[in-house]
């Protein structure tokens, strides 16, 4: 699968979710996985953490807050601008049935349509 946007902003995305995933299991003992799909025409990739999971969800995308003691309040606002600026959208949920967390970002059949088409 070819997707076209900015190489260093999905970067800098994915770099966001898998460093607030790692932080988050690091306070469990737990681990992360990363992993794609595709599915009826999108691109979903999605961080997934064994930490403790979401406690305060109204907040988690406003530029400057953040549950971290040495957090910036930064990645989680940004990740989600790079990925409107791309089509798609960013998502973060409490896993059923397990605790942590799983990130989803999804990128839309028409960005996809046109990276196949650019390639």
Excluded at 35 to 63: M, Y
Excluded at 68 to 74: R, T
Aim: with cysteine; aromatic share 4%; hydrophobic share 45%.
């Amino acid at each position: 699968m070819t997707i076209a946007g900015d190489a260093d902003q999905l970067d800098q995305l994915l770099i966001n979710l898998v460093r607030n995933a790692a932080d988050a299991s690091i306070e469990t003992g737990g681990g992360l996985e990363v992993a794609w799909t595709v599915d009826d025409g999108h691109v979903d990739i999605t961080v997934t953490d064994d930490g403790l999971g979401l406690t305060a969800t109204a907040n988690l995308f406003v530029p400057f807050f953040t549950t971290k003691p040495h957090g910036s309040g930064i990645g989680l606002a940004l990740s989600r601008q790079i990925a409107e600026a791309h089509g798609g959208t960013l998502t973060l949920a409490n896993r059923d049935g397990a605790s942590g967390c799983i990130a989803t970002y999804r990128l839309p059949a028409a960005a996809t349509a046109a990276a196949t088409a650019a390639s």
